[in-house]
C-alpha cells in the first residue's frame, strides 16, 4: 500500500477466528473485527482481483450471505492466512490494508477529515507557501496542498509574474478543468464587460458557476498584475457559517440543506443556459457540511411548496447577511507575482473595489475536486504520509 507498516499500529500480535468473523488484535492495544463476507468480498488475491484496478472477476452474487471462516492465522509477512468453509477458498490481506479498513469507531474517526474552521482572526496569517519551493520539492507541495484541503485555500508567494505559467502553476493542484471560459481564463478590466468580475466593482462573496452540475473546485487566481489600488480578495469559510447557521438557526439551516435553490446561467453568445437545483449546503453522511454553493446573483425566484417560499426566503437572507458581513470575511492582499489557491465549493471569494486604470491582469484556472484529491493521495502515498486513507466531503454536488 506504500506505506512502510512498522509500528505497533500496523502489527497484528493475535488473531482468532469466530467463524463469521475473525478478531484482530493489534501491538498497539488495538482490536478489530472484521466479517467474513466483507472480507471474502474484499480478498486481494491474484484469482479475486482488486476494486483498485477494478479487473476483478469476483461478484458479490456468487458469495453466500452464511459463508464461514474455517481457518484463519498470521502469516510470515504479518499479514493475516484465512479459508473460507463455502468453497474453500483462501485468501491473504497484509496488515497495513485490515488496519486502515477496520470499522472500529476509533478508525473511522481516525479516517474522517475534519476542516479548520476560521474567521476573521487568521486575517494577516494566513496559509502560505513559496512556489518556487512547492515546485522542486513534494514534502513542501503536499505541505501546501494539505493546508488548501484544511483551510480551503493557501497564498502561493514568489510565483513569476508571466502569463504563460498560470497553467503551471493551477498544476500543482492537479490536472486543468475546462470551463465555460476555456482552462485559463484572463480577468482584467473592461468597462463594458459581459463577466461581471471583469468591472471593476467591489464583489460580495460568492461561489463561481453554482449553475453547472459541479462547480469549479480548486480555483487558482494568479495576478500577473495586482491593481495600483484596492482589489484585495477576500475569503469567506462557508463550512465555518455553516455550522454557526446550525447552531443558531437549525430550521434555517435544515431548509438550505434540503430545499433546493435555483442559480442560473445564461450566455446568449454562445447559445448555453444553464440551471441547476440543489440546496445551498451539501451534507455527507454524518449530517456535515460538505459543499456549498451560493451566487445571489444568479440564484433565481424559490420555486418550492409555497409554504416553503418566505422561509426560504428569510434563511437565505440570513446566511447572506452572515456572507457578506464584513467580519466574517479575511481580507488577502495578493500582490503581483502570487497566487490564491481556494476551494469554490467551501470558500466563498469576494473583492474589494479596484482602480479602473487596466493595470490589474489576473489569470484564473479550475482543478476538479477528485482530481485534487487525487494528487493529495499520491503525494502522500509517496512521500509515506498516512492521510492517503482520508475519508475527504464530496463537495457542492447535490
Ligand atoms: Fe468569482
Ligand atoms: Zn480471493
Redesign the pocket.
Known amino acids: 500500500m506504500g506505506i512502510v507498516a512498522t509500528s505497533p499500529r500496523f502489527t497484528i500480535n493475535h488473531v482468532d477466528n469466530r467463524s463469521d468473523h475473525l478478531d484482530v488484535a493489534w501491538a498497539d492495544g488495538h482490536q478489530s473485527r472484521f466479517d467474513a463476507v466483507w472480507l471474502r468480498h474484499t480478498?486481494r488475491?491474484d484469482?479475486?482481483g482488486t476494486y483498485e484496478s477494478g479487473i476483478r472477476p469476483?461478484r458479490l452474487t456468487e458469495i453466500p450471505d452464511d459463508i464461514a471462516l474455517s481457518e484463519a492465522g498470521l502469516n510470515g509477512d504479518g499479514g493475516v492466512d484465512v479459508v473460507w468453509s463455502s468453497d474453500g477458498?483462501s485468501?491473504r490481506f497484509d496488515a497495513d490494508w485490515l488496519r486502515s479498513t477496520c470499522n472500529s469507531p476509533a478508525e473511522r474517526r481516525r479516517r474522517r477529515w475534519t476542516p479548520t474552521l476560521w474567521g476573521r482572526e487568521i486575517e494577516g496569517r494566513v496559509p502560505e507557501a513559496d512556489y518556487a519551493v512547492c515546485k522542486t520539492d513534494d514534502d513542501a507541495r503536499l505541505t501546501m496542498l494539505e493546508a488548501l484541503r484544511d483551510y480551503g485555500f493557501v497564498l502561493l508567494r514568489n510565483v513569476p509574474d508571466d502569463p504563460e505559467v498560470t497553467a503551471e502553476i493551477a498544476a500543482l493542484a492537479g490536472p486543468l478543468r475546462v470551463t465555460n471560459y476555456g482552462s485559463v481564463y484572463d480577468f482584467t478590466y473592461q468597462p463594458d464587460a459581459l463577466v461581471y468580475g471583469d468591472l471593476n466593482v467591489k464583489l460580495d462573496p460568492h461561489c463561481d458557476e453554482p449553475y453547472r452540475q459541479a462547480p469549479p473546485s480548486i480555483t487558482c487566481f494568479h495576478f500577473v498584475r495586482a491593481a495600483s489600488t484596492g482589489g484585495a480578495s477576500t475569503m469567506t469559510d462557508g463550512f465555518r457559517l455553516g455550522d454557526e447557521m446550525r447552531e443558531q438557526d437549525p430550521e434555517a439551516f435544515k431548509l438550505l440543506s434540503t430545499v433546493p435553490l435555483t442559480h442560473y446561467r445564461r450566455l446568449l453568445k454562445t447559445g448555453r443556459d444553464f440551471r441547476m437545483r440543489a440546496p445551498v449546503f451539501s451534507l455527507d453522511e454524518e449530517r456535515e457540511v460538505a459543499g456549498i454553493r451560493l451566487n445571489d446573483r444568479g440564484a433565481g425566484p424559490i420555486d418550492a411548496d409555497s409554504e416553503l417560499v418566505r422561509p426560504m426566503l428569510r434563511a437565505l437572507r440570513k446566511l447572506e447577511a452572515m456572507l457578506f458581513d464584513e467580519a466574517n470575511q479575511v481580507v488577502v492582499p495578493v500582490g503581483s507575482g502570487e497566487a490564491l489557491f481556494f476551494n469554490n465549493q467551501r470558500v466563498l471569494h469576494g473583492r474589494t473595489e479596484f482602480a479602473p486604470d487596466g493595470e490589474r491582469y489576473m489569470r484564473t484556472c479550475n482543478v476538479e475536486l477528485d482530481e485534487f484529491y487525487s494528487t493529495l493521495r499520491m503525494l502522500a502515498q509517496q512521500q509515506g504520509r498516512e492521510g492517503a486513507f482520508m475519508n475527504l466531503p464530496h463537495g457542492a454536488l447535490t
Open positions: 480478498c488475491c484469482a479475486c469476483l477458498h485468501g
